[in-house]
């Protein structure tokens, strides 16, 4: 593939993730058993070492987040107060939304919750499929997917747009240090930030991708029987970069912003026909997911209780390590189209609107699951342990009827959703790899963002035909080790600026 000569690629930044990539595929596909074995190892040395520290920034970012909007910053407009925005503010709603959440909750909306009520924590005094359980369940599902993980990606994002527009830096992960270590950078060292982010992001990219295309290729298999496990990933596989690549010609005004509408469109419609067409109790379930929310936030923000459990490292600890090694990236597109906006605005925007989208879904699709697995426990444990966690959103459908219909358009909410987000992703990693920049930061080439496309859904369609996911997948919260360092400093750096915004803006 050619790169435009007037804009080539950062080769310090660009080709070593790409290398150690194919690198790992190849070794997981030779050596399938080891490599999983050898990253599990040093998965669980980092979630077991460095679980307190996942918890407390994350804590602490939140009550970073909530300053930050009544502080004096607040008033400040990102790109100066002659800045105008780019986009629509429902348009920019959707494309944070779309490009925050991906898959995340339409795979795990009906699967975690169900796993916390079936496996709650040993460190709490909780029956297993109790009510006691299903309350906990929605409580903990709340706090994985709320307001805790969206101020991981609000805190690197706001203060990346704020030091990006305020006088057209280059678009580096670098300048989100500018606050607390000043100028003083070596190149080196800002490339090994850049290229261990973007590393971070293409595994995980990876692995959500092949969580996709597992879950679409089963669905596909559900309503139709006879299709091959390895004809249906491949078309949903080829069908998936195709809409991409369509995408990626666009930008972001035309590809991504139709796309993200369009996704938040097909998520009110499947809510909406959830809603008339079952009789859950969907408010009594979102109430219920508030109320355990608060009562259990600081226990499991500070890991009062769940210190050094398994629980802790399998669920908290490991899903903050996961959103930490996606936010430097994320946070470079969210800070980019956040240009002519409030920094109150963009707290509303993207982190406490998306958040709280999140909660919602969760609670009406998360509750509806408990609810069903209250009266048929055996059954949803005997999927989730012989079909795995991907089954249990179809067996929730076959449980409250209309299946063929809400089957189809989770099958094509799924695909939409992976597009989109891949779509906003690769426009980060796009303009990361860039050595200068773009004249106009809405219109990167596409032919990076192209190549990035291709080269991450080759990997997730060779990773589960031939070896699985997880080794990938654990690439990817490895990336979450050195994005807990950097988010530390990024963290200092926006309360540096929160209390003298004058000085630094």
């Given at each position: 593939m050619q790169f435009p000569p007037e804009l080539p690629v950062r080769k310090s930044v660009f080709w070593p993730p790409v290398i150690l990539l194919i690198f790992a595929v190849v070794l997981s596909i030779l050596y399938p058993g080891v490599f999983d074995l050898k990253m599990r190892e040093i998965q669980n040395w980092i979630l077991i070492n460095f679980s307190l520290g996942f918890s407390w920034l994350s804590f602490l970012m939140t009550l970073l987040i909530g300053w930050v909007f009544f502080s004096p910053l607040g008033k400040y407009r990102i790109g100066g107060e002659n800045a105008k925005p780019r986009l629509h503010t429902v348009s920019w709603f959707a494309i944070v939304l779309c490009t925050t959440i991906a898959v995340g909750i339409l795979f795990w909306g009906s699967a975690e919750p169900l796993s916390h009520f079936l496996f709650p924590p040993e460190f709490f005094p909780i029956e297993h499929q109790s009510e006691a359980a299903k309350s906990f369940a929605l409580g903990a599902l709340f706090f994985h997917w709320g307001f805790t993980p969206y101020a991981t990606y609000a805190v690197?994002?706001?203060?990346?747009?704020?030091?990006?527009?305020?006088?057209?830096?280059?678009?580096?992960?670098?300048?989100?240090?500018?606050?607390?270590?000043?100028?003083?950078?070596?190149?080196?060292?800002?490339?090994?930030?850049?290229?261990?982010?973007?590393?971070?992001?293409?595994?995980?990219?990876?692995?959500?991708?092949?969580?996709?295309?597992?879950?679409?290729?089963?669905?596909?298999?559900?309503?139709?029987?006879?299709?091959?496990?390895?004809?249906?990933?491949?078309?949903?596989?080829?069908?998936?970069?195709?809409?991409?690549?369509?995408?990626?010609?666009?930008?972001?005004?035309?590809?991504?912003?139709?796309?993200?509408?369009?996704?938040?469109?097909?998520?009110?419609?499947?809510?909406?026909?959830?809603?008339?067409?079952?009789?859950?109790?969907?408010?009594?379930?979102?109430?219920?997911?508030?109320?355990?929310?608060?009562?259990?936030?600081?226990?499991?923000?500070?890991?009062?209780?769940?210190?050094?459990?398994?629980?802790?490292?399998?669920?908290?600890?490991?899903?903050?390590?996961?959103?930490?090694?996606?936010?430097?990236?994320?946070?470079?597109?969210?800070?980019?189209?956040?240009?002519?906006?409030?920094?109150?605005?963009?707290?509303?925007v993207s982190w406490f609107f998306p958040a709280l989208f999140c909660l919602i879904w969760m609670g009406i699709f998360g509750g509806s699951t408990l609810d069903l697995a209250l009266i048929s426990p055996d059954k949803f444990l005997d999927s989730f342990v012989d079909r795995g966690p991907e089954s249990i959103i179809y067996l929730v459908f076959e449980e409250i009827g209309y299946y063929p219909l809400f089957a189809g358009i989770f099958l094509i909410a799924m695909f939409i959703s992976y597009v989109t987000a891949a779509d906003s992703s690769t426009e980060g990693l796009a303009s990361l790899s860039m050595r200068g920049g773009a004249e106009d930061d809405f219109h990167v080439p596409s032919s990076i963002k192209i190549f990035w496309g291709i080269l991450i859904g080759a990997t997730a369609w060779i990773m589960i035909n031939f070896s699985g996911i997880d080794g990938v997948r654990i690439l990817s919260v490895i990336g979450g080790l050195p994005a807990l360092f950097f988010l530390s400093l990024v963290s200092i750096g926006l309360a540096l600026v929160s209390f003298s915004p004058k000085k630094y803006l």
């Open positions: 690197p994002a706001l203060l990346f747009g704020l030091m990006y527009h305020q006088k057209k830096n280059k678009f580096r992960l670098g300048l989100m240090l500018k606050p607390t270590l000043g100028t003083k950078k070596s190149k080196f060292s800002e490339s090994l930030v850049d290229m261990i982010s973007l590393f971070a992001l293409v595994a995980g990219m990876a692995a959500s991708l092949g969580a996709g295309i597992l879950s679409l290729s089963g669905g596909i298999q559900n309503i139709f029987p006879n299709v091959s496990f390895s004809l249906s990933s491949s078309l949903v596989t080829v069908l998936i970069v195709f809409t991409f690549v369509i995408s990626a010609k666009s930008g972001i005004e035309k590809g991504i912003k139709n796309l993200s509408l369009f996704n938040l469109g097909f998520f009110l419609i499947f809510i909406s026909l959830f809603l008339i067409l079952t009789n859950g109790e969907f408010l009594k379930n979102i109430m219920l997911g508030f109320q355990q929310y608060f009562s259990n936030f600081l226990d499991l923000s500070l890991q009062i209780s769940g210190k050094n459990k398994q629980w802790t490292y399998d669920w908290s600890t490991f899903n903050f390590a996961i959103w930490m090694a996606w936010a430097p990236i994320t946070a470079l597109f969210l800070g980019k189209i956040a240009i002519g906006r409030t920094v109150r605005e963009f707290l509303l």
